[in-house]
């Protein structure tokens, strides 16, 4: 079945530690893109990528890094220059908006990281 | 900078009820209006709004897009508690390929029987 496996599912790291969080799709989409979403509050967009070796910050960049090396994979690393990184982070995906390409959002289940 | 907002917040209907969400946002180039819905994890897309005044359908839902009142509503009718979830309005404001949402922080709509 076609989708986007985020992993893990729960990360604890200590303060201070740098951690890496999976997102790897099978949809062949293009676009690639890594959300926070914190209680009482909407999903935050980090980066997102249109192509391999390409990506662009979003509104809450500072903190974080990511790599796209391979269209199928768009890896997160939350640094220990990220004030507050407790929070449920989404990976995303989409086709490129087109003519016909509608461009929504496909969601992973999500990784709930609790630093200590 | 992007902002949508949706109200009410939470909402809590027996089954069998009708409920409206309403979202409303102030964007730079406003491209679309989504909507999804968020049982437990992973979002799921219900809609997508480009023009006003015309009503998308699935099933027991319904969303239409007033692109002068830069708002939209998503209609719930017989409600059922399968329904229960949070719903999130997003709007797409990127001009170029990629999908750019700004999120609205939810509905949290709770169906008891």
């Known amino acids: 079945d076609g989708g986007i496996t985020q992993s893990p599912k729960y990360l604890f790291r200590k303060e201070g530690q740098n951690v890496t969080l999976s997102c790897e799709q099978n949809l062949n989409h293009d676009a690639m893109y890594w959300y926070r979403q914190d209680p009482g509050q909407g999903l935050r967009l980090i980066y997102y990528?249109?192509?391999?070796?390409?990506?662009q910050k979003g509104d809450i960049a500072e903190g974080y890094s990511v790599s796209r090396e391979k269209k199928e994979s768009f890896p997160l690393t939350v640094t220990s220059a990220q004030k507050n990184p407790t929070a449920f982070y989404l990976c995303a995906s989409s086709i490129l908006k087109g003519t016909v390409n509608t461009g929504e959002l496909f969601f992973g289940e999500g990784t709930t990281l609790t630093v200590l | 900078e992007d902002k949508v907002v949706q109200s009410p917040l939470s909402l809590v209907v027996h089954e069998g009820d009708t409920v409206t969400l309403n979202c409303s946002y102030e964007?730079?180039?406003?491209?679309?209006l989504l909507w999804y819905k968020q049982e437990k994890k992973a979002p799921t897309f219900l809609f997508m709004l480009?023009?006003?005044?015309i009503e998308k359908k699935s099933g027991r839902l319904s969303s239409i897009l007033d692109k002068k009142e830069l708002s939209s509503i998503l209609n719930i009718t017989a409600t059922q508690t399968g329904d229960s979830a949070i719903y999130l309005c997003?709007?797409?404001?990127?001009?170029?390929?990629?999908?750019?949402?700004?999120f609205g922080t939810g509905t949290r709509l709770q169906v008891t029987l």
């Open positions: 480009t023009s006003s005044g």
């Open positions: 990528s249109q192509i391999v070796n390409d990506f």
């Open positions: 964007v730079t180039n406003f491209r679309s």
């Open positions: 997003a709007v797409d404001s990127n001009t170029g390929t990629a999908s750019k949402l700004t």
